[in-house]
Nanobody, 125 residues
Framework: VQLQASGGGLVQHGGSLRLSCAAS????????AAWFRQAPGKDREFVAA????????KYADSVKGRFTISRDISKNTVYLQMNSLKSEDTAIYYC???????????????????WGQGTQVTVSS
């Protein structure tokens, strides 16, 4: 499975961005997918996940109500719509996927074998 993340950039406080993660090698129908992020000097942290059934999502408390994870099976792509962006959202965002996660581990980095390259999101104050 190969994952290609895109959509990062520079945005003002309160603005919006949509990240994309295009998957190849396996259909998202058989993969759980997630977004993680890593801010300068900090550990990588969970942001959002969506299960292979497309009906179950999970979010970090810090992004609930502002970010939405979704997917388009026809494009085999996962999205992260980010609204009301804050300076603390500045980070490199990574998409990840795996075929063998379970519900309780959706937010754990160790649950994912496949990772895309990061895409930088910078929120200016």
């Amino acid at each position: 499975v190969q994952l290609q993340a895109s959509g990062g950039g520079l945005v003002q406080h309160g603005g919006s961005l949509r990240l994309s993660c295009a998957a190849s090698g396996r259909t998202l129908r058989n993969l759980d997918a997630a977004w993680f992020r890593q801010a300068p000097g900090k550990d990588r942290e969970f942001v959002a996940a969506i299960r292979r059934n497309g009906g179950t999502t999970k979010y970090a408390d810090s992004v609930k109500g502002r970010f939405t994870i979704s997917r388009d099976i026809s494009k085999n792509t996962v999205y992260l719509q980010m609204n009301s962006l804050k300076s603390e959202d500045t980070a490199i965002y990574y998409c990840a996927a795996d075929s063998q996660t379970i519900l309780s581990t959706l937010g754990s980095q160790r649950a994912y074998d496949y990772w895309g390259q990061g895409t930088q999101v910078t929120v200016s104050s």
